[in-house]
């Protein structure tokens, strides 16, 4: 189209296409306020709490670390917990993942199997599992391990299922020209190919497992968890302050050292 | 004696495209066979029908006298090496270790799960290195190669498989003018030497009639001509060659005359 | 030729490689030095099956009907908890995200404060701080709510500033040689580009979120996780029944729903490339 430039008129833009964005966030606005008014909570509470807030965690001042030994036994359980479910979790993920990549699956039907299973141990939540296991098992941190591990083998099977699903299609390929099996073509072009990525998908479980494991107690599945729950039900804040920096400090430490592992990798 | 023997092979694909049109051919022991056609005409498709990557829409494939089928899958494809346009190695293995997986086929999975070799693999593995011209690069990883050697590796694994025979897709295609040189001498010394047929998909045309014994002509499907290097003529260039719906195709005389 | 060993390694010497099997082992060594700790006990294991067996037996009940419109009430909670949780912690996030990204940030020791704040929230879990929150402002929703978005920003905070740390710096320079001043640079040249992946990790997030809220009830924060557990410790299965049911559909709703979205996004970013 030719331009005309004598009228000012047609040298004004185009008509702006309609911009949604208003509506859609006043819609989300409206939403959130629906959600705070059935929620109930009222904002009186929230500002009296907040002023209080502060004498509040003026109470966690003086960390109590009389009963040090002790701490540091749970925590040592709580990450003995966090590696042997992690560990479960590897394994069975490791078995079930490349059953559940699509360019992998031996046979459409193990695909789906495989992915059902995985999404449904994703699903359950890790406390969940806990206290079922708890149920079965009695107390003590070995159900805490295992919810841990079936639960985050769900994830790690399906990051690794979906890594194994971005290499190429050549080079499974040519593994399968030779005329290598399954198990072959999996152990041959599959793991190698993604070995980085899912030793980070490792690392990230690991983290999380360990952050978890030490909540884990409040269902009865041994550790830390356990004894902050205790003491705070107490009102003891003194100790309840030094299992928290005991908590924050380990996972600290293990955050480092992942993130160190992590910049080795790459 | 023919080792691979096709038989009114169709191939479409779930997508309706019909790739092979119905072909019958017979491809001899210890031949170097070169098929030739541009790209779309189906040339990949029929190699891989004879590896068994693609399965025929009816018709038949034959390799070393047994029918293809799903029981002898493996079977079949340890017998046939296989080397391909974009080499398809795995680039985080070392060298020997992409070779080693040419020998995947005759060790069973649990020696597999911990990347244990027998010594005899390792030998045969050396053996198809040195061949290659590749002994000193063999600790390598193999993303660390150039284009060229990436390719004989390739050679490496498919000779480490000890094959009859030798499929290469368009081992050239993705590299330069002296490794393209190199490689189809590779690939011609190794049909002479230790007589393994050879099939190769080509779209260079100079290439084809230098190095082949045979030549297969393949246009949208079909087979349009079958002969010697020399018997190959601008004419049958042209049916080869021919696009369909152009009557006068000056461009591709002009790209003929130059081949 | 050594006659002993016939099966060797691809690799120089035939033995596998030291790092790998140098992990393998101090990994094998630290569980078999805590197997005691976490009592792995195979006979246990093994004897505990015929409960679980007789557990899900125990499941195949009829659902007490009379008990669903509450349960449908607290699932509902659960739901909105989650999403005012993520709003809020968006809120938040977004500038502490451009604080803590190294292109963004307008000091480095700001850059490092803000790096290590959001370290420390998302340090410890949710149920930490609803324990803390909850013996704070009293039982309900709210440190539930409060719990989600303290732990949210420090995910989303950081998620955020790494997202912000890889865009294309050309398109900076471009708004900026045209004389944008620091805030209108940040606005107009770095959230645009960050922003299809800022969604990707919101969904992320709201999944995460909504698995975290459906426990919170644990300790009084609201949500279904205190009917869960009640039921589970009355041995009410015609209730746990129909709860685990609804977590399970919700959770992997909006799980498939968020893998959706963030495959559409990828794709419809690669697409415009």
Redesign the interface.
């Known amino acids: 189209m030719k331009p005309k430039q004598t009228t000012p008129s047609t040298s004004t833009l185009p008509p702006k296409p309609r911009n949604l964005f208003p509506v859609w966030l006043a819609a989300l606005l409206a939403l959130l306020w629906l959600i705070v008014h059935d929620l109930e909570i009222s904002f009186e509470a929230l500002a009296y709490g907040l002023a209080d807030m502060g004498e509040y965690f003026s109470r966690y001042r003086k960390p109590d670390f009389s009963e040090l030994s002790r701490y540091l036994d749970l925590m040592k359980i709580t990450l003995a917990t966090a590696l042997w479910g992690t560990v479960f979790a590897l394994v069975v993920a490791v078995i079930l993942a490349p059953l559940a990549a699509r360019n992998l699956a031996p046979h459409p039907l193990a695909y789906r199997a495989a992915r059902e299973i995985l999404n449904f141990m994703r699903a359950m939540p890790d406390l969940l599992l806990a206290l079922i296991f708890v149920a079965a098992l009695g107390l003590g941190p070995l159900p805490g391990a295992l919810a841990l591990g079936v639960h985050t083998a769900g994830f790690l099977g399906k990051f690794f299922a979906e890594s194994l699903e971005r290499v190429g299609k050549g080079v499974y390929e040519g593994v399968t020209s030779t005329g290598a099996n399954f198990p072959q073509i999996v152990m041959y072009a599959g793991w190698p190919s993604i070995q980085r990525e899912a030793l980070g998908y490792l690392l990230y479980i690991m983290d999380r497992n360990v952050r978890m494991a030490s909540v884990l107690g409040l269902v009865g599945a041994g550790g830390i968890g356990l004894a902050l729950h205790d003491t705070l039900r107490m009102f003891n804040y003194g100790q309840s302050a030094a299992l928290i920096l005991i908590i924050l400090g380990s996972i600290l430490i293990i955050d480092y050292a992942s993130a160190w592992l992590r910049r080795r990798l790459s | 004696m023919s080792i691979i023997s096709i038989k009114s092979a169709t191939k479409r694909f779930p997508n309706g495209f019909e790739a092979i049109k119905g072909i019958s051919t017979e491809i001899a022991t210890g031949s170097f066979t070169v098929i030739l056609g541009p790209s779309g005409a189906g040339k990949s498709t029929l190699l891989r029908l004879m ?1 068994g ?1 693609e399965t025929t829409t009816s018709g038949s494939v034959h390799v070393t006298g047994e029918t293809l089928s799903k029981s002898n ?10 080397v ?1 346009q ?9 060298v ?2 992409n070779v ?3 020998r ?2 005759h ?1 069973s ?1 649990l ?9 005899e693999d ?1 030998e045969i ?1 050396q053996e198809a290195l040195a061949r290659v011209g590749l002994t000193d690069k063999a ?1 390598s990883r193999a993303d660390k190669l150039s284009g060229g050697q990436q390719q004989r590796v ?1 050679i490496a ?2 000779l480490a ?1 000890r094959p009859k025979v030798i499929l290469a897709d368009e081992p050239v295609a993705s590299l330069d003018p002296v490794s393209s040189e190199e490689i189809m001498m590779l690939l011609r010394e190794i049909c002479d030497r230790d007589g393994i047929t050879v099939v190769v998909n080509l779209h260079q045309v100079d290439l084809a009639k230098r190095f082949a014994d045979r030549i297969i002509g393949m246009n949208s499907g079909r087979v349009v001509f079958d002969g010697t290097p020399a018997e190959l003529s601008p004419l049958t260039l042209q049916t080869i060659y021919k696009r369909d719906e152009i009557e006068n195709d000056t461009n591709l005389d002009l790209a003929l005359s130059y081949a | 030729m050594t006659p002993t060993l016939i099966w060797r390694c691809p690799t120089r010497n035939g033995l596998p490689p030291l790092p790998a099997v140098a992990s393998v082992v101090t990994v094998l060594v630290a569980m078999w030095s805590t197997a005691s700790l976490v009592e792995v006990d195979f006979a246990r294991l093994i004897g505990s099956l015929g409960k679980m067996v007789s557990f899900a037996g125990n499941m195949f009940v009829m659902p007490e009907w009379k008990y669903l419109p509450h349960l449908l009430g607290k699932m509902l909670e659960t739901i909105e908890m989650t999403f005012l949780a993520t709003a809020i912690a968006l809120v938040v996030s977004l500038p502490l995200g451009l604080l803590a990204a190294r292109n963004a940030t307008p000091h480095l020791i700001v850059y490092r404060l803000v790096r290590d704040l959001l370290s420390l929230m998302r340090a410890l879990p949710e149920l930490v701080w609803a324990l803390v929150f909850v013996s704070a402002v009293g039982l309900g929703p709210l440190p539930g709510v409060m719990a989600l978005a303290f732990v949210t920003v420090g995910f989303m905070g950081k998620f955020f500033a790494e997202t912000i740390e890889v865009i294309d710096q050309k398109q900076v320079e471009g708004v900026s040689a045209h004389g944008a001043g620091w805030f209108q640079v940040r606005m107009f040249g770095m959230l645009p580009q960050a922003l299809p992946d800022f969604v990707g990790t919101v969904m992320y997030i709201l999944d995460h979120n909504l698995r975290a809220a459906t426990v919170l009830g644990l300790v009084g924060a609201g949500g279904i996780g205190y009917d869960l557990v009640m039921s589970m410790r009355l041995f009410q299965y015609d209730r746990l029944l129909p709860i685990a049911v609804s977590i399970y559909l919700v959770v992997t709703l909006l799980d498939r729903l968020s893998d959706q979205l963030r495959r559409r996004i990828i794709h419809g970013a690669k697409a415009k490339i």
């Open positions: 590896n990557l899958l493996r079977k079949t494809r340890s017998r046939v090496g296989m391909f974009q080499f398809n190695l795995v680039e985080r293995l070392s020997v270790t080693l997986t040419g995947l086929a060790r999975w020696g597999s799960l911990f990347y244990l070799f027998r010594n390792i593995a600790w390739g694994r498919a498989q």
